[in-house]
């Protein structure tokens, strides 16, 4: 079970720090990734990183402004969005890999395990 915490009210030019904290199942050796739903669009990917922590991968609209990292020792995943801009308002969701020793993916079908989700709201 994947858990994220963090969301908020923020104003633009703000920061926020999404954390997704795994039970039940240790996220340290998948894949996983940080997606988004705003309101009337899709889900969206945001960033993603690999088992080890190592390599990220971020969508361009986030490129510069959100940090993804980890801590597999506290089974715990991060988003540290900075320069938050009004287009950024959305539910985040945080998802893991089933498979070990993964890489981070752009496709949410590649992803077996989800959280509920955070709101994040940024006006402006």
């Known amino acids: 079970q994947l858990q994220a915490s963090g969301g908020g009210l923020v104003q633009a030019g703000g920061s926020l720090r999404l954390s997704c904290a795994a039970s039940g199942r240790s996220l340290s050796r998948a894949g996983m990734g940080w997606f988004r739903q705003g309101p009337g669009k899709e889900r969206e990917f945001v960033s993603g990183i690999n088992w080890s922590g190592l390599t990220t991968d971020y969508a361009d609209s986030v490129k510069g402004r959100f940090t993804m990292s980890r801590d597999n020792g506290k089974n715990t995943v991060y988003l540290q969005m900075n320069s938050l801009k009004p287009e950024d308002t959305a539910v985040y969701y945080c998802?893991?890999?089933?498979?070990?020793?993964?890489?981070?993916?752009?496709?949410?079908?590649?992803?077996?395990?989800w959280g509920q989700g955070t709101q994040v709201t940024v006006s402006s």
């Open positions: 998802a893991a890999r089933i498979a070990v020793f993964t890489a981070a993916s752009r496709s949410a079908s590649d992803y077996a395990y």
